[in-house]
């Protein structure tokens, strides 16, 4: 089979998985495919996908908890129905180098599941893998020294040469000793926590989104609002004409505004995840089931694992958003806001975003949300 064509379509926080479909793009014009790449949140895939066998497409994302960001899922169902267009995609995970030893990250099932929509949507998928990216998750952990970043990066686009060159030859990418790796990360993850996907997209997306705020080096600029792909973060008045930005619940801890603040003024809040989780993990399910059961006739025999999941569901949403309101109200007092500023690690951590990545090269074309 013979590409004339190609678009990847990508979803990036810190710049990773930007750099991967830029050098993507790279290897297939060096074979003679006019190759173009394109973010998520600023294009039209139904006027742009052909359902020709000479247009080749591809899906580019970081990994969320072994899954697809929501927002690329989002993507994937929305994309047209096209019989007989042919599709790959690739994954980026995040991996840590210690001196000369690499440590290799996971995508788990994302991968899988990527391909698993598109085959529904009527997609030929000719290639499934992955790709060690360095770890962005710099709300727990230290941003990556210059030189590791370089040589993970180096390794990536070294090992992206394969599975591209298979791609544009008209081989397909499937069985491989990656994708091995990912199938029993798979298998681990739902034999161990069977409902792990909807728990992360629920709890750990919530949760680790709720934890983030600004400290006093913020100056009210608006760089994180306007970047957000996801227009999660609206900038809100603080006291007189001073604006700081508020993450909503479309937040999905891409890591872009930590990453690309000019004056590395987001934080993510440890001391203030601490409080948070006591504040959502009160047994709300256990007390809520005993007080039922004595006024419903039959309701004991419904008192299981998975009602109290249920009502602690329903609890944990409201719970969290009320709290992180208060949170953030409670930021206006310098006094209060210079304690969560000093006791969170993120505030004495490197930031990270790829240096090949500039934040103009992610900017969202659709129009920001209003400030308040």
């Keep these: 089979m013979v590409f004339h064509e190609a678009i990847l379509y990508v979803a990036s926080g810190t710049g990773n998985t930007r750099a991967v479909g830029n050098w993507a ?7 003679g495919i006019a190759a173009r790449s394109a ?3 600023s294009c039209d895939p139904h006027a742009q996908i052909r359902p020709s066998q000479q247009v080749l497409m591809g899906i580019l994302f970081p990994t969320h908890g072994f899954l697809p960001p929501w927002s690329m899922i989002k993507f994937l169902f929305r994309l047209p129905r096209k019989r007989g267009a042919s599709a790959f995609c690739a994954a980026t995970r995040g991996g840590l180098r210690f001196g000369s030893v690499q440590i ?3 995508a788990g099932f994302g991968p899988f599941l990527a391909a698993l929509v598109l085959g529904f949507k009527g997609y030929r998928v000719r290639g499934v893998f992955s790709l060690d990216m360095p770890s962005n998750f710099i709300n727990f952990h230290w941003g990556l020294h210059r030189k590791n970043v370089d040589a993970i990066s180096q390794r990536a686009r070294r090992c992206l040469e394969t599975p591209m060159a298979r791609l544009v030859s008209g081989e397909r990418v499937f069985l491989t000793r990656n994708n091995l790796w990912e199938a029993l990360w798979t298998v681990g993850m739902f034999w161990a926590i069977p409902l792990f996907p909807i728990f992360y997209l629920i709890f750990g997306r919530l949760f680790m989104a709720k934890m983030l705020f600004s400290c006093d080096r913020c100056v009210g600029c608006g760089l994180c609002a306007a970047a957000c792909p996801n227009h999660a973060i ?5 006291g007189g004409d001073k604006k700081r930005p508020f993450w909503t619940w479309r937040c999905e801890t891409c890591m872009r505004c930590m990453g690309y603040c000019p004056t590395r003024a987001v934080e993510a809040g440890h001391s203030w995840a601490i409080l948070l989780y006591f504040i959502v993990s009160v047994p709300v399910g256990a007390w809520l089931v005993a007080k039922l059961s004595g006024a419903i006739p039959g309701f004991p025999n ?12 329903v609890y944990f ?4 958003i009320i709290a992180y309101r208060v949170f953030w ?22 930031r990270y975003h790829h ?3 500039p934040r103009k090269s992610l900017a969202s074309a659709r129009p920001r949300r209003r400030s308040r």
């Design 25 to 31: 793009c790279a290897i297939l014009e060096n074979s």
């Design 329 to 350: 109200s409670l930021l206006r007092v310098p006094l209060l806001r210079s304690f969560f500023t000093r006791t969170t690690l993120t505030h004495y951590y490197r």
């Design 104 to 106: 290799p990250g996971a």
């Design 302 to 313: 419904v008192r299981n694992y998975w009602t109290l999941e249920l009502v602690n569901v």
């Design 355 to 357: 240096p090949e990545i």
């Design 317 to 320: 949403y409201p719970a969290m």
């Design 39 to 41: 973010m998520i949140d």
């Design 234 to 238: 609206v900038m809100k008045t603080v």
